[in-house]
């Protein structure tokens, strides 16, 4: 909960995330909302369920570093957590299964919706969005190609991509690849949803671009150049009026506040 709070739709605002004794990690801290829907987790997409990704921050030496049987013994010591883990499960010991299928149930509640945009798109509700947000709908799905890679309603195609971020920096982080060992992989990242979006500054995964405004300046020069740079990334030529268009429709992506609220109690 340190790391994903919920009036930063489950991200944490840093650049990037703080663990165990003040420990920095590598990335910044993902956004939890809507993850019920996501193929892959982390980043770099390592983990293929909300289930086993739950677990490894549990044991991340940057993280939690906590062996994972000695978070069960603390569990299992606890009778509260006893009784709760019996009344969902039935009789039987604390074990990392169970563990991971309860972190994993509660990070399944945490749906964002009713944002402007879903007023204006599902509701019919045309005064939902202004005329600038209007007019940066449009460009998101059309100029600014944006949709190519934040596929609606999600605002993520759920695939891992190299718009050349953190490229310029040493030591580059290669993302995917660290794990798959694929040459195609090399910088890729996982799309994140932009559902939410204006709560979860500062973007990308190294937390190196500190605004909305920044992140729309980014892909209007087309991402950053290298060898494995996704094919879809192309200079826009956006004027200022369409940059401020853009960014005006993004931050109707906002659910309602209220709602992650009383999720977090």
């Not at 991340?60 to 499960?89: D, H, V």
């Not at 947000?133 to 190519?148: D, E, M, P, S, T």
């Not at 996704?230 to 209220?258: M, Y």
Request: hydrophobic share 30%; net charge neutral; glycine share 10%.
């Amino acid at each position: 909960a340190s790391c994903h709070r919920p009036e930063s739709s489950f991200s944490d605002q840093r650049t990037t995330a703080l663990g165990i004794y003040g420990r920095e990690g590598r990335r910044s801290t993902p956004s939890l909302s809507n993850v019920a829907f996501a193929k892959e987790l982390f980043w770099d997409g390592r983990a293929s369920s909300l289930e086993e990704q739950a677990l490894q921050p549990l044991t991340n030496p940057r993280e939690m570093g906590e062996a994972l049987e000695g978070a069960l013994t603390y569990l299992r010591r606890e009778p509260s957590y006893q009784q709760q883990f019996e009344n969902a499960f039935g009789p039987g010991e604390i074990s990392a299964r169970r563990l991971g299928k309860a972190l994993a149930a509660y990070q399944r509640s945490l749906l964002s919706g009713n944002s402007a945009y879903d007023r204006y798109k599902f509701l019919g509700e045309k005064q939902a969005l202004s005329d600038a947000a209007r007019r940066g709908y449009a460009l998101f799905k059309g100029k600014a190609r944006c949709a190519f890679c934040h596929e609606e309603p999600l605002f993520t195609d759920g695939r891992s991509h190299n718009t050349g971020v953190g490229w310029n920096r040493s030591p580059i982080d290669l993302g995917r690849y660290e794990w798959t060992r694929r040459e195609e992989d090399k910088g890729r990242f996982k799309t994140p949803s932009l559902r939410d979006v204006v709560l979860t500054a500062p973007y990308m995964h190294n937390g190196s671009l500190g605004s909305l405004e920044e992140v729309v300046e980014f892909y209007d020069r087309g991402g950053e150049p290298n060898p494995h740079r996704d094919s879809a990334l192309r200079p826009l030529d956006l004027t200022q009026v369409e940059k401020s268009d853009l960014v005006a429709f993004l931050k109707s992506l906002t659910g309602n506040p209220a709602v992650g609220e009383g999720r977090s109690q």
